[in-house]
């Protein structure tokens, strides 16, 4: 059998319970071909790069796979007629990566710094202290260094 990633991007009007229920009907697909399906990573609810049917955000979430391409085929076809999934993509892979996908990896990180915008190590008004100052600034420390 061969092995795949598997990520698909859900409406984002579904509930996490809605999420996780379409995921365990994969499974269960994937089962039914004598498949398997190892790790999987609910990456959450993302903002989406574009617009794709009226929504902005969508649910992500990644599945590693081990069937036989039956399984893989079926499963994109039922997902192509589900409502709730807007894009999918499975990649066949070598080997599954047994750590945490980058995604996740990225989530923790940012976790761990505060989240997005953390600006706390500039000083006051956002500078950065590697800029020139400005020039009513210059002029004005040239006027004090005269006197």
Known sequence: MA???????????????QVEALVEQYKTL???????????????????????????????????????SDAIVEMERQMRINEDVMRFMTIRVEEHEEEQSAMMQKRDRDDRRGGRGDRNDRGPRGDRGDRRPRREDRDNNSDKAAE
């Open 30 to 68: 994937i089962g039914e071909y004598e498949g398997s399906v190892g790790k999987v990573e609910f990456w959450g609810l993302k903002t989406i790069a574009y617009r794709i049917n009226k929504n902005r955000k969508a649910h992500y979430v990644l599945m590693n796979i081990d069937a036989p």
């Open 3 to 17: 092995l795949y990633e598997h990520v698909f991007l859900a409406r984002q009007d579904i509930s996490q319970q």
